[in-house]
């Protein structure tokens, strides 16, 4: 090893192992106390009242080759338990039943305190998509709903 960096290390050993200390609480603080973006508005669908909230502002992602955006899904009326399946899809129109149920990605899953959902999102975000919501109960109705998408998380 160079000389210049072993007296460097020498000299500043006990700094660098508190540092590297002092880094997992720094982690762990955060972790602890996340910051989300707002709860957008509620919508009442069927019997069911609900608002979506994404994780992040950050762009739709690569998961499994398909484009997904993480959603957290509050229900502030009606069970989830009334819920026979759901989705979320990104984009200018909500997909049918039909085509969600193909594939895995953009179903809602939980429990009664809010459902979380990896939304099928195109790869860019523009300010024709919105965010849909297709809800089908039990005996076999079924409900879409829709939000426009904030100009924060517009990529376009």
Known sequence: MNSSITRFLSRHKYKLNGLVLILPFYFLYQS???VFPPVWEKHKVGSFEIAPMPYNLDPPYLHDGHYTKDFFIIFSQGSVEDIRQAYLNIGTHALSLA???QHDEGILHGSQHGQEVHGIA???LTTEHK???TI????GGVW???WELPKALITD
Do not use: A
């Not at 089908?136 to 005996?139: C, G, I, R, Y």
């Open 131 to 133: 965010v849909w919501v």
């Open 144 to 146: 879409v709903t829709n």
């Open 32 to 34: 602890l106390y996340p």
């Open 99 to 101: 085509e969600l149920q």
């Open 136 to 139: 089908e109960d039990w005996q």
């Open 122 to 124: 195109p790869k860019t």
